[in-house]
Nanobody, 125 residues
């Protein structure tokens, strides 16, 4: 049984940093794309970043490129999202997701099968 558990969210001020963690069990993350999505109230879920398996990527949304960094610790079966220079528009629930098969578009949530429960990130002064 695959389990995906996010942690690390919180309330921070603009310009501050957070590191989100995505702990995975039941599969070996080295063999899968692992992605972060976020969803703000009233908005659609959007892809934030993804780490691939075959040398492509990592991938970032234009809105976070240069501020966020995704990384993978294979020994811990955990993927991290380091978020620096946070902005109020980064506010939302952040989800970690893994597909059942290969994905053609890393930022298409419909291609992902396993999801965590989400962790809230709020950026406000």
């Amino acid at each position: 049984q695959v389990q995906v558990v996010e942690s690390g969210g919180g309330l921070v001020r603009p310009g501050e940093s957070l590191r989100l963690s995505c702990a995975v069990s039941g599969i070996t993350i080295d063999y899968y794309v692992v992605a972060w999505f976020r969803q703000a109230p009233g908005e659609e879920r959007e892809g934030v970043s993804a780490v691939s398996t075959i040398g492509a990527g990592p991938f970032y949304a234009d809105s976070v490129r240069g501020r966020f960094t995704i990384s993978r610790d294979s020994a811990k079966e955990t993927v991290y999202l380091q978020m620096d220079s946070l902005k109020p528009e980064d506010t939302g629930v952040y989800y970690c997701a893994i597909p059942a098969l290969l994905v053609s578009e890393w930022d298409d949530p419909s291609q992902y099968h396993y999801w965590g429960q989400g962790t809230q990130v709020t950026v406000s002064s």
